[in-house]
Protein backbone atom coordinates (compact mmCIF):
# COMPACT_ATOMS: atom_id res chain seq x y z
CA UNK A 1 0.00 0.00 0.00
CA UNK A 2 1.71 3.10 -1.22
CA UNK A 3 1.69 6.10 1.83
CA UNK A 4 0.52 9.57 0.98
CA UNK A 5 3.59 12.23 0.73
CA UNK A 6 1.76 14.10 3.75
CA UNK A 7 2.56 11.15 6.06
CA UNK A 8 6.15 10.46 5.06
CA UNK A 9 8.67 12.11 7.31
CA UNK A 10 10.19 14.87 5.16
CA UNK A 11 13.71 14.59 5.16
CA UNK A 12 15.71 17.69 3.95
CA UNK A 13 19.60 17.44 3.07
CA UNK A 14 21.95 20.29 3.25
CA UNK A 15 25.33 19.77 1.47
CA UNK A 16 28.07 21.04 -0.53
CA UNK A 17 28.77 20.15 -4.20
CA UNK A 18 32.59 19.25 -3.31
CA UNK A 19 32.62 16.63 -6.15
CA UNK A 20 30.76 14.19 -8.74
CA UNK A 21 31.19 11.35 -6.06
CA UNK A 22 30.38 13.50 -3.10
CA UNK A 23 27.48 14.28 -5.06
CA UNK A 24 26.52 11.05 -6.06
CA UNK A 25 26.77 10.06 -2.20
CA UNK A 26 23.92 12.36 -1.49
CA UNK A 27 21.81 11.30 -3.79
CA UNK A 28 22.15 7.78 -3.17
CA UNK A 29 21.39 8.63 0.60
CA UNK A 30 17.84 10.57 -0.39
CA UNK A 31 17.15 7.38 -2.45
CA UNK A 32 17.45 5.10 0.70
CA UNK A 33 15.42 7.58 2.28
CA UNK A 34 12.73 7.38 -0.12
CA UNK A 35 12.76 3.53 -0.37
CA UNK A 36 12.91 3.41 3.31
CA UNK A 37 9.21 5.25 3.27
CA UNK A 38 10.81 9.04 3.93
CA UNK A 39 10.40 11.32 1.75
CA UNK A 40 13.73 13.14 0.98
CA UNK A 41 14.44 16.58 -0.79
CA UNK A 42 17.64 17.82 -2.46
CA UNK A 43 18.55 20.44 -5.23
CA UNK A 44 19.49 17.72 -7.68
CA UNK A 45 15.60 16.06 -7.59
CA UNK A 46 13.49 19.31 -5.91
CA UNK A 47 14.64 22.94 -7.08
CA UNK A 48 13.10 22.83 -10.80
CA UNK A 49 14.57 24.76 -13.58
CA UNK A 50 13.85 28.78 -12.94
CA UNK A 51 13.13 27.91 -9.77
CA UNK A 52 14.28 30.21 -7.21
CA UNK A 53 16.97 29.02 -4.80
CA UNK A 54 17.00 30.50 -1.82
CA UNK A 55 13.07 30.42 -1.89
CA UNK A 56 13.57 26.69 -2.27
CA UNK A 57 15.66 26.39 0.54
CA UNK A 58 14.61 28.63 3.26
CA UNK A 59 11.02 26.37 2.63
CA UNK A 60 12.04 23.09 2.78
CA UNK A 61 14.45 23.95 5.86
CA UNK A 62 11.32 25.36 7.69
CA UNK A 63 8.96 22.75 6.13
CA UNK A 64 11.07 18.98 6.89
CA UNK A 65 10.92 17.44 10.05
CA UNK A 66 14.52 16.32 9.77
CA UNK A 67 16.94 18.69 8.10
CA UNK A 68 20.36 16.26 7.68
CA UNK A 69 23.91 18.66 7.48
CA UNK A 70 26.06 16.65 5.49
CA UNK A 71 30.00 17.50 6.92
CA UNK A 72 32.77 17.95 5.20
CA UNK A 73 35.87 19.74 4.90
CA UNK A 74 34.72 22.22 2.41
CA UNK A 75 30.72 22.80 3.81
CA UNK A 76 32.80 23.60 6.85
CA UNK A 77 34.37 26.35 5.11
CA UNK A 78 31.21 27.72 3.25
CA UNK A 79 29.13 27.21 6.23
CA UNK A 80 31.52 29.11 8.70
CA UNK A 81 31.97 31.67 5.94
CA UNK A 82 28.25 32.16 4.71
CA UNK A 83 29.26 31.68 1.25
CA UNK A 84 27.34 30.04 -1.47
CA UNK A 85 23.66 27.90 -1.40
CA UNK A 86 25.25 25.83 1.94
CA UNK A 87 26.18 29.19 3.65
CA UNK A 88 22.25 30.52 2.84
CA UNK A 89 21.23 27.03 4.16
CA UNK A 90 23.57 26.57 7.27
CA UNK A 91 22.79 30.21 8.22
CA UNK A 92 18.99 29.47 8.36
CA UNK A 93 19.46 26.08 9.60
CA UNK A 94 21.81 28.30 12.69
CA UNK A 95 18.83 30.81 13.34
CA UNK A 96 16.04 28.00 13.69
CA UNK A 97 18.58 25.43 15.44
CA UNK A 98 18.79 28.22 18.75
CA UNK A 99 15.70 28.38 19.26
CA UNK A 100 15.22 24.60 19.91
CA UNK A 101 18.99 24.48 21.03
CA UNK A 102 17.99 22.21 24.38
CA UNK A 103 15.21 20.34 22.49
CA UNK A 104 16.39 19.75 19.45
CA UNK A 105 15.89 16.39 17.42
CA UNK A 106 15.50 18.04 13.61
CA UNK A 107 18.47 19.28 12.90
CA UNK A 108 21.11 16.42 12.44
CA UNK A 109 24.89 16.96 11.28
CA UNK A 110 26.62 13.50 9.52
CA UNK A 111 30.18 13.63 9.63
CA UNK A 112 30.63 12.56 6.11
CA UNK A 113 34.34 12.88 5.42
CA UNK A 114 37.28 14.67 7.51
CA UNK A 115 38.17 14.77 11.30
CA UNK A 116 35.54 16.19 13.85
CA UNK A 117 37.98 19.71 13.77
CA UNK A 118 37.74 19.94 9.78
CA UNK A 119 34.55 19.50 8.91
CA UNK A 120 32.35 20.00 11.78
CA UNK A 121 31.13 24.06 12.01
CA UNK A 122 31.97 26.14 14.94
CA UNK A 123 28.23 25.88 16.02
CA UNK A 124 27.47 22.47 15.82
CA UNK A 125 30.77 21.30 17.55
CA UNK A 126 28.65 20.86 20.81
CA UNK A 127 26.35 18.33 19.32
CA UNK A 128 26.04 14.26 18.77
CA UNK A 129 27.17 13.68 14.69
CA UNK A 130 26.12 10.69 12.82
CA UNK A 131 29.35 9.09 11.46
CA UNK A 132 28.96 8.35 8.32
CA UNK A 133 32.75 8.08 6.88
CA UNK A 134 34.11 4.94 5.54
CA UNK A 135 34.99 2.64 7.72
CA UNK A 136 33.75 -0.75 9.68
CA UNK A 137 31.05 0.94 11.61
CA UNK A 138 29.42 2.69 8.46
CA UNK A 139 26.36 0.66 7.61
CA UNK A 140 25.22 0.00 11.78
CA UNK A 141 25.74 4.25 11.71
CA UNK A 142 23.39 4.24 8.74
CA UNK A 143 21.00 1.87 9.93
CA UNK A 144 20.69 3.44 13.24
CA UNK A 145 20.67 7.27 11.37
CA UNK A 146 17.26 6.12 9.03
CA UNK A 147 16.33 4.49 12.40
CA UNK A 148 15.80 7.47 13.73
CA UNK A 149 14.74 9.46 10.71
CA UNK A 150 12.21 7.03 10.37
CA UNK A 151 10.89 7.33 13.88
CA UNK A 152 10.36 11.18 13.94
CA UNK A 153 6.76 12.30 14.81
CA UNK A 154 5.62 14.07 12.01
CA UNK A 155 4.70 17.89 12.26
CA UNK A 156 1.14 18.62 13.28
CA UNK A 157 0.06 21.58 11.08
CA UNK A 158 -1.43 24.46 12.78
CA UNK A 159 -4.72 25.63 12.14
CA UNK A 160 -3.92 29.67 11.89
CA UNK A 161 -2.22 32.25 10.66
CA UNK A 162 1.47 32.98 11.60
CA UNK A 163 3.93 35.75 11.31
CA UNK A 164 7.03 34.96 12.56
CA UNK A 165 9.53 38.41 12.85
CA UNK A 166 13.13 37.60 13.84
CA UNK A 167 12.75 38.47 17.49
CA UNK A 168 15.34 40.96 18.44
CA UNK A 169 17.37 39.01 20.86
CA UNK A 170 18.20 36.93 18.07
CA UNK A 171 19.99 39.73 15.83
CA UNK A 172 23.30 39.87 14.44
CA UNK A 173 26.41 41.89 16.81
CA UNK A 174 26.63 44.76 15.23
CA UNK A 175 30.15 44.73 14.51
CA UNK A 176 30.25 41.67 12.53
CA UNK A 177 27.10 42.77 10.61
CA UNK A 178 28.38 46.42 9.50
CA UNK A 179 32.01 45.23 8.12
CA UNK A 180 29.79 42.81 5.60
CA UNK A 181 27.09 45.91 5.39
CA UNK A 182 30.38 48.18 4.04
CA UNK A 183 31.75 45.64 2.06
CA UNK A 184 28.77 44.25 -0.27
CA UNK A 185 27.33 47.45 -0.04
CA UNK A 186 30.63 48.85 -1.68
CA UNK A 187 30.30 46.03 -4.22
CA UNK A 188 26.97 47.04 -4.80
CA UNK A 189 28.33 51.12 -5.82
CA UNK A 190 31.11 50.01 -7.44
CA UNK A 191 28.57 48.33 -9.63
CA UNK A 192 26.21 51.08 -10.26
CA UNK A 193 29.04 53.95 -11.04
CA UNK A 194 31.24 51.89 -13.37
CA UNK A 195 34.60 52.59 -11.71
CA UNK A 196 36.19 50.32 -14.16
CA UNK A 197 36.38 53.13 -16.04
CA UNK A 198 37.96 56.36 -13.89
CA UNK A 199 35.97 59.22 -15.69
CA UNK A 200 33.13 57.75 -16.61
CA UNK A 201 32.20 56.73 -13.26
CA UNK A 202 32.93 59.99 -11.76
CA UNK A 203 30.64 61.59 -14.32
CA UNK A 204 28.12 59.53 -13.58
CA UNK A 205 28.83 59.72 -9.70
CA UNK A 206 28.36 63.57 -10.17
CA UNK A 207 25.42 63.26 -12.34
CA UNK A 208 23.74 60.74 -10.02
CA UNK A 209 24.28 62.83 -6.65
CA UNK A 210 22.75 66.14 -8.40
CA UNK A 211 19.46 64.14 -9.43
CA UNK A 212 19.74 62.74 -5.92
CA UNK A 213 19.48 65.94 -4.18
CA UNK A 214 17.20 67.23 -6.10
CA UNK A 215 14.60 64.87 -5.66
CA UNK A 216 15.57 65.19 -1.86
CA UNK A 217 15.29 68.79 -1.44
CA UNK A 218 12.02 68.14 -3.53
CA UNK A 219 10.13 65.26 -1.40
CA UNK A 220 11.46 67.56 2.00
CA UNK A 221 10.51 70.48 0.88
CA UNK A 222 7.01 69.09 0.63
CA UNK A 223 6.51 67.76 3.97
CA UNK A 224 7.97 70.67 5.60
CA UNK A 225 5.27 72.67 3.91
CA UNK A 226 2.43 70.63 4.21
CA UNK A 227 3.23 69.66 7.87
CA UNK A 228 4.68 72.81 9.28
CA UNK A 229 3.88 74.01 13.08
CA UNK A 230 1.61 76.39 11.42
CA UNK A 231 -0.35 74.11 9.18
CA UNK A 232 -0.86 71.98 11.86
CA UNK A 233 -2.54 74.57 13.72
CA UNK A 234 -4.48 75.47 10.83
CA UNK A 235 -5.69 71.07 10.73
CA UNK A 236 -7.24 71.36 13.64
CA UNK A 237 -10.44 72.72 12.46
CA UNK A 238 -10.53 70.60 9.79
CA UNK A 239 -9.58 67.29 10.49
CA UNK A 240 -11.20 65.42 7.62
CA UNK A 241 -9.21 67.41 5.29
CA UNK A 242 -6.51 66.55 6.96
CA UNK A 243 -7.06 63.06 6.73
CA UNK A 244 -8.04 62.89 3.09
CA UNK A 245 -6.36 65.29 1.64
CA UNK A 246 -3.04 66.05 3.59
CA UNK A 247 -2.19 62.50 5.84
CA UNK A 248 -4.21 60.39 2.48
CA UNK A 249 -2.28 61.98 0.11
CA UNK A 250 0.82 63.66 0.80
CA UNK A 251 2.84 60.45 1.96
CA UNK A 252 4.38 58.02 0.21
CA UNK A 253 3.50 55.10 1.68
CA UNK A 254 0.20 55.94 2.87
CA UNK A 255 -0.80 56.72 -0.95
CA UNK A 256 0.60 53.53 -2.15
CA UNK A 257 -1.24 51.52 0.18
CA UNK A 258 -4.27 53.10 -0.31
CA UNK A 259 -4.50 53.48 -4.48
CA UNK A 260 -2.62 49.07 -4.96
CA UNK A 261 -4.65 46.48 -5.72
CA UNK A 262 -2.67 44.22 -3.79
CA UNK A 263 -5.52 42.43 -1.52
CA UNK A 264 -3.09 42.29 1.48
CA UNK A 265 -3.33 45.53 1.39
CA UNK A 266 -7.16 45.23 1.24
CA UNK A 267 -7.25 45.56 5.42
CA UNK A 268 -5.35 48.81 5.40
CA UNK A 269 -8.13 50.52 3.40
CA UNK A 270 -11.04 49.58 5.36
CA UNK A 271 -9.03 50.58 8.87
CA UNK A 272 -8.58 53.98 6.65
CA UNK A 273 -11.62 54.46 6.12
CA UNK A 274 -12.77 53.71 9.34
CA UNK A 275 -10.09 55.55 11.31
CA UNK A 276 -10.86 58.88 13.31
CA UNK A 277 -9.87 61.71 11.59
CA UNK A 278 -8.80 63.25 15.20
CA UNK A 279 -6.76 60.13 16.05
CA UNK A 280 -4.60 60.26 13.00
CA UNK A 281 -4.29 64.31 13.66
CA UNK A 282 -3.09 63.64 16.96
CA UNK A 283 -0.61 60.64 16.45
CA UNK A 284 1.02 62.68 13.29
CA UNK A 285 1.42 65.91 15.30
CA UNK A 286 2.57 64.08 18.64
CA UNK A 287 5.11 62.67 16.76
CA UNK A 288 5.98 65.76 15.30
CA UNK A 289 6.07 67.85 18.07
CA UNK A 290 7.96 65.27 20.30
CA UNK A 291 10.48 64.84 17.15
CA UNK A 292 10.71 69.12 16.67
CA UNK A 293 11.80 69.34 20.61
CA UNK A 294 14.26 66.02 20.00
CA UNK A 295 16.35 67.96 16.87
CA UNK A 296 16.42 71.18 19.47
CA UNK A 297 17.36 69.61 22.60
CA UNK A 298 19.66 66.42 21.10
CA UNK A 299 20.59 66.60 17.79
CA UNK A 300 23.54 69.55 18.69
CA UNK A 301 25.22 67.10 21.19
CA UNK A 302 25.14 64.01 18.58
CA UNK A 303 28.27 63.40 16.65
CA UNK A 304 27.02 61.46 13.59
CA UNK A 305 30.93 61.11 11.76
CA UNK A 306 31.62 59.37 15.11
CA UNK A 307 28.57 57.60 16.78
CA UNK A 308 29.75 54.15 18.41
CA UNK A 309 26.54 52.74 20.09
CA UNK A 310 22.74 53.07 19.96
CA UNK A 311 22.54 54.43 23.12
CA UNK A 312 23.93 57.87 21.86
CA UNK A 313 21.38 58.45 19.38
CA UNK A 314 18.90 58.87 22.51
CA UNK A 315 15.40 57.99 20.61
CA UNK A 316 13.79 56.17 23.63
CA UNK A 317 10.85 58.88 23.13
CA UNK A 318 9.77 57.05 19.92
CA UNK A 319 9.27 54.05 22.01
CA UNK A 320 6.26 55.97 23.58
CA UNK A 321 2.56 54.84 23.07
CA UNK A 322 1.13 57.58 21.49
CA UNK A 323 4.05 57.48 18.48
CA UNK A 324 1.76 55.20 16.74
CA UNK A 325 -1.66 54.36 15.82
CA UNK A 326 -3.00 50.86 15.87
CA UNK A 327 -3.60 49.93 12.38
CA UNK A 328 -3.04 53.46 10.99
CA UNK A 329 0.21 54.59 11.33
CA UNK A 330 3.05 52.16 12.24
CA UNK A 331 7.05 52.11 12.31
CA UNK A 332 6.75 52.41 8.15
CA UNK A 333 4.63 55.73 7.74
CA UNK A 334 6.13 57.35 11.13
CA UNK A 335 9.66 56.63 9.78
CA UNK A 336 8.25 58.49 6.36
CA UNK A 337 7.75 61.26 8.52
CA UNK A 338 10.65 61.77 10.13
CA UNK A 339 12.81 61.09 7.22
CA UNK A 340 11.13 63.40 4.82
CA UNK A 341 10.79 66.39 7.65
CA UNK A 342 14.21 65.78 9.21
CA UNK A 343 16.55 63.86 6.50
CA UNK A 344 19.50 64.85 8.08
CA UNK A 345 18.68 63.07 11.39
CA UNK A 346 16.33 60.16 10.69
CA UNK A 347 16.66 57.68 7.96
CA UNK A 348 13.10 56.05 6.12
CA UNK A 349 12.72 52.48 7.12
CA UNK A 350 10.00 51.12 4.68
CA UNK A 351 9.55 47.95 2.26
CA UNK A 352 12.53 49.17 0.10
CA UNK A 353 15.11 49.98 2.48
CA UNK A 354 14.64 46.84 4.00
CA UNK A 355 14.72 44.36 1.64
CA UNK A 356 17.46 46.44 0.15
CA UNK A 357 19.64 45.49 4.03
CA UNK A 358 18.35 42.00 3.56
CA UNK A 359 20.24 41.60 0.03
CA UNK A 360 23.25 43.63 1.26
CA UNK A 361 23.56 41.61 4.12
CA UNK A 362 22.54 38.04 3.09
CA UNK A 363 24.30 36.38 5.77
CA UNK A 364 21.22 38.15 8.10
CA UNK A 365 17.87 37.43 8.29
CA UNK A 366 17.16 40.27 10.29
CA UNK A 367 15.68 41.99 7.94
CA UNK A 368 12.78 39.91 7.19
CA UNK A 369 10.08 38.07 8.35
CA UNK A 370 8.39 34.80 7.38
CA UNK A 371 4.68 34.91 7.19
CA UNK A 372 2.26 31.50 7.12
CA UNK A 373 -0.90 30.81 6.34
CA UNK A 374 -1.22 27.35 7.83
CA UNK A 375 -4.58 26.77 7.45
CA UNK A 376 -3.92 27.06 3.82
CA UNK A 377 -1.08 25.83 3.50
CA UNK A 378 0.94 28.55 2.28
CA UNK A 379 3.82 30.47 3.23
CA UNK A 380 6.30 33.76 1.95
CA UNK A 381 8.89 36.02 2.70
CA UNK A 382 8.45 39.80 3.78
CA UNK A 383 10.18 42.72 5.23
CA UNK A 384 10.69 42.56 8.93
CA UNK A 385 8.38 45.71 9.43
CA UNK A 386 8.99 45.51 13.43
CA UNK A 387 13.13 46.21 13.09
CA UNK A 388 13.88 48.33 15.53
CA UNK A 389 14.67 51.89 14.38
CA UNK A 390 17.33 52.90 16.52
CA UNK A 391 18.81 50.07 15.37
CA UNK A 392 18.06 50.79 11.76
CA UNK A 393 19.31 54.70 12.17
CA UNK A 394 22.56 53.26 14.05
CA UNK A 395 23.25 50.76 10.80
CA UNK A 396 21.81 53.86 8.19
CA UNK A 397 24.53 56.53 9.77
CA UNK A 398 27.47 53.88 9.42
CA UNK A 399 26.54 53.57 6.03
CA UNK A 400 26.28 57.38 5.59
CA UNK A 401 29.41 57.68 6.69
CA UNK A 402 30.84 55.16 3.97
CA UNK A 403 28.85 57.35 1.29
CA UNK A 404 30.63 60.32 2.10
CA UNK A 405 34.37 59.02 2.51
CA UNK A 406 33.22 56.75 -1.32
CA UNK A 407 32.16 59.49 -3.35
CA UNK A 408 34.92 62.17 -1.57
CA UNK A 409 37.17 59.71 -2.87
CA UNK A 410 36.23 61.31 -6.25
CA UNK A 411 36.27 64.31 -4.84
CA UNK A 412 32.60 64.59 -4.75
CA UNK A 413 31.51 66.13 -1.58
CA UNK A 414 28.04 65.57 0.00
CA UNK A 415 25.48 67.66 2.27
CA UNK A 416 25.55 66.89 5.87
CA UNK A 417 21.88 68.43 5.75
CA UNK A 418 20.77 65.05 3.65
CA UNK A 419 22.49 62.72 5.22
CA UNK A 420 19.84 60.27 4.92
CA UNK A 421 18.51 61.17 2.05
CA UNK A 422 21.57 60.05 -0.01
CA UNK A 423 21.32 56.44 1.84
CA UNK A 424 17.33 56.24 1.12
CA UNK A 425 18.34 57.34 -2.74
CA UNK A 426 21.34 53.97 -2.49
CA UNK A 427 19.21 51.41 -0.67
CA UNK A 428 16.08 52.70 -3.76
CA UNK A 429 19.11 51.54 -6.31
CA UNK A 430 19.96 48.29 -4.38
CA UNK A 431 16.21 47.40 -4.20
CA UNK A 432 15.05 48.48 -7.83
CA UNK A 433 18.19 45.87 -8.58
CA UNK A 434 16.54 42.93 -7.27
CA UNK A 435 12.68 44.09 -7.83
CA UNK A 436 12.58 40.12 -9.59
CA UNK A 437 14.21 38.40 -6.66
CA UNK A 438 11.76 40.44 -4.25
CA UNK A 439 8.57 39.34 -6.39
CA UNK A 440 9.68 35.65 -5.90
CA UNK A 441 10.51 35.32 -2.44
CA UNK A 442 7.44 37.61 -1.52
CA UNK A 443 5.16 35.32 -3.48
CA UNK A 444 3.03 32.95 -1.70
CA UNK A 445 4.20 29.45 -1.94
CA UNK A 446 2.91 26.03 -1.18
CA UNK A 447 3.91 24.61 1.52
CA UNK A 448 2.06 21.18 1.59
Not at 43 to 60: A, E, N, V
Not at 128 to 134: F, G, M, S, V, Y
Not at 245 to 260: H, S
Amino acid sequence: MKVAEENKVKVFISYSWDSKEHQQWVISLADLINEKGGQAIIDRTHLKYGGHIKTFMLKSILDADIVLMILTPKYKDKADSLQGGAGFEYNIINDELFKIITQNDKYIPVLREGSLEASVTSFLKGFNCADLREGNDYLQNLDELIEQILGTPLKQPDSHKQNKPIMENEYKTLEPLIVEMKKKAKGYFDQFFNLENPAMGKAKMQLTVKNWEEEIETYSASVKEKFSPIKMELYEEYLEDFKNNVFGVELWTVKAALKTHDPDLARYKKDYRDADAEAIFDTVNGILSATHKYVSNEMPSINYSELNEIESLRMQYLNEEEMFMKKIVGFGIRSEILHRYYPSFFPIMTQKSLWAMYFICDSANEFITIEQRNRQGIMRVSHNWQYPYDRFTFLMNSLSNQLISWFGAHSIKLKEEWRFGYVNMFLSTIHEAHKVDIKLLHAWIDTK
